[in-house]
Structures are given as C-alpha cells and as structure tokens.
C-alpha cells in the first residue's frame, strides 16, 4: 500500500541496481520525512528488487512485468 505523502520521488529503473545502490541514499536522505521514493521497475534482471527489499526497505516498489520503455 502506498503511503500519502506532500512529495513523491519516481525512479523508472530497467537493470540499474549500482546506480540505485550508489544514488538511492541521497534520495532518500532528502525525500524524508515529509516526501516518499517510489521505483518503478521495467522488468529488470539484474537483482534489483531484491536489492531494493534488503538495501532499501522504506522505498516503495512498482514492480512492471517487463520494459515498457
């Protein structure tokens, strides 16, 4: 269930897990508390929900069934 919040960050992700790893942090750090993180992602392979789900437990996933581009 999504959360209402003032701010809404969305991240389309397709395979970038060390990106997110990398950049996820700040995002957060200045989304909060008011805001929220949302990652929309396109299908990928590459392990990044399950990174998501250990790295990043309060970021909101929209997991897409594959890459709509």
Known sequence: ?????????????????????????SVVKYSEPEGMVIVADNGSDDGSLDMLSREFPGVTQLPLPQNYG
């Not at 999504?2 to 990398?22: D, P, Y």
């Open 1 to 25: 269930m999504i959360k209402t919040s003032k701010t809404a960050v969305v991240i389309l992700n397709w395979n970038g897990r060390e990106m997110m790893r990398r950049f996820l942090p």
